[in-house]
Each structure stands twice: as C-alpha cells, then as structure tokens.
C-alpha cells in the first residue's frame, strides 16, 4: 500500500514540487566582519568555532556557506591573508624571515618557506630581495 501511494504521488500529484531550500550563503557584511576578524588576528591560530561565532551558526554549517560564499575553505582563506601580511611585511622588510614567519601565525620559518612557496611561485628570501627595500631601482 506505502509504494502504491508513493507511485500515485510521484505520477499524479497536481501540486508544484518543491525542489531543495535554495543555499543560502554569507551576506557581505559577514564575509567583511569575517575578514576583519582574521586580519586582525593573523599572527595567532584561528577556529573555525571563533568565525563561526561572528555569524552565529554552528562551526560545520559555517564552513558550508564560507565555501558557498568564496569558493574555497576557511583555512585556504586565512593562508591567502597571511601570505598577504607576509609581503606586505616582506616588502617593507622590517623584520627577518624568521620573525615574519611568526608574526603572520606561521610555525617556524620553514612552515612559512613552504607554504609562501606554493601560493607565489617563489621563496620568501628570493622574494625580500626582488621587492624589498634594498632592491635595485631600474633606471628608465
């Protein structure tokens, strides 16, 4: 009798389906407080339970919409920002690799070295000297 009605239901039902609710996604003002919030706390280990928080959802339903939402994972992101603090720090070159490491949430410089690496295509020491302070000025 159960797959009788469920046949009639999929065959006759005169009503709209409904499909999935559409996925929702973080709102502007969210991915911006998020992205403040990892700016500002770059040089220490971030949770997903501390972003989360900001967004008032539960730690596995925010890694959901921060995908939906950027197209890639929270930790993939908050790499982005601390290989941006990286040069930025790089090219100012106020500080020697080891502490740069550090003060952008690194482990050791040799963590850094690696991880610089792949996101830019070059080292951090070969990058400090390409776009450092010290760097040769071209003359046009």
């Keep these: 009798s159960c797959t009788l009605a469920a046949h009639m239901l999929r065959s006759y039902n005169v009503f709209d389906v409904t499909g999935p609710p ?3 996604k973080l ?3 969210e991915l911006a407080q998020i992205n ?4 500002d706390h770059v ?8 972003l989360a928080a900001l967004v008032n959802v539960s730690r596995f339903h925010f ?9 890639m994972t929270v930790s993939a992101f908050v790499e ?3 290989i941006r603090r990286a040069r930025a720090l790089l090219d100012a070159g106020i500080a020697p690799l080891a502490e740069v490491a550090l003060m952008t949430g690194f482990a050791d410089q040799s963590h850094f070295t690696r991880r610089f690496k792949r996101l830019t295509g070059s080292t951090p020491g070969l990058y400090a ?5 010290g760097r040769r000025k071209r003359a046009d």
């Design 22 to 24: 559409a996925h929702s």
């Design 36 to 39: 403040d919030f990892i700016e």
């Design 63 to 71: 890694t959901r919409l921060f995908r939906r939402s950027t197209g």
């Design 129 to 133: 000297r390409v776009h450092g302070p």
């Design 80 to 82: 982005q920002c601390r």
């Design 43 to 50: 040089h220490r280990q971030i949770s997903l339970a501390e």
């Design 27 to 29: 709102g502007h003002v």
